[in-house]
């Protein structure tokens, strides 16, 4: 069983910047992907960003490209996003999601493509 927990979410003005991260515990860790998802209210599911544990490749939203950096600690098993530049409409809650089988790259922007989930931390940036 793997858990993960997400931690960094908050309020920020707008053009401020903000860190989630998400620490991942249980069976040894060695997933194949790591991403991040949000979803506001009445919105579906979104994906944001992922990388992937072994060689570290990213993917990227068109919405956070430029603005969101993926990053992961293979030690400490976490990975964390941080995000700058935020805008109102980044406003959502954000899921850490993890996946241990080997997706194609379509799947990477998929929620149902991955095995486990985080609670979510809200992220609110203010106008």
């Known amino acids: 069983q793997v858990q993960l927990e997400e931690s960094g979410g908050g309020l920020v003005q707008a053009g401020g910047s903000l860190r989630v991260s998400c620490a991942a515990s249980g069976r040894t860790f060695s997933s194949y992907a790591m991403a991040w998802f949000r979803q506001a209210p009445g919105k579906e599911r979104q994906f944001v960003a992922a990388i992937t544990w072994n060689r570290g490749i990213t993917y990227y939203a068109a919405s956070g490209k430029g603005r969101f950096t993926i990053f992961r600690d293979n030690a400490k098993n976490t990975q964390s996003l941080q995000m700058n530049s935020l805008k109102p409409e980044d406003t959502a809650v954000y899921y850490c999601?993890?996946?241990?089988?080997?997706?194609?790259?379509?799947?990477?922007?998929?929620?149902?493509?991955?095995?486990?989930w985080g609670q979510g931390t809200q992220v609110t940036v203010s106008s």
């Open positions: 999601a993890a996946v241990f089988t080997s997706i194609t790259t379509a799947q990477v922007l998929i929620p149902s493509a991955y095995d486990y």
